[in-house]
Nanobody, 119 residues
Framework: QVRLVESGGGLVQAGASLRLSCEAS????????VGWFRQAPGKEREFVSS????????YYANSVKGRFTVSRDNAKNTVYLQMNSLKSEDTAVYYC????????????WGQGTQVTVSS
């Protein structure tokens, strides 16, 4: 079972940057994809970005493409989400999740970290 712990959220002004971290434990992530999702008040959880641990392939939602960058640190078993040029609409609770490849279900989730962007 993968245990995921997010950190790095906070309150920032529009245009600022934040870096979220997702530290994984319990398994070696070489056969996993790790994703970031977010949920704003009154809205459904949505996909933000993901990275295939082994290949390093990355994917982004159109709404964050060009502003957010996902990366991994093999030694620390940690995935990062660098968020630049933040907008008020990026305000949400951000979750990281993991799924074992080739399965499609994200079945391990962190507790979430709040990101608030003031305009």
């Amino acid at each position: 079972q993968v245990r995921l712990v997010e950190s790095g959220g906070g309150l920032v002004q529009a245009g600022a940057s934040l870096r979220l971290s997702c530290e994984a434990s319990g398994v070696t992530l070489s056969s996993y994809a790790v994703g970031w999702f977010r949920q704003a008040p009154g809205k459904e959880r949505e996909f933000v970005s993901s990275i295939y641990w082994s290949s390093g392939s990355t994917y982004y939602a159109n709404s964050v493409k060009g502003r957010f960058t996902v990366s991994r640190d093999n030694a620390k078993n940690t995935v990062y989400l660098q968020m630049n040029s933040l907008k008020s609409e990026d305000t949400a609770v951000y979750y990281c999740a993991a799924r074992m490849l080739p399965y499609v279900t994200w079945n391990s989730w962190g507790q979430g970290t709040q990101v608030t962007v003031s305009s």
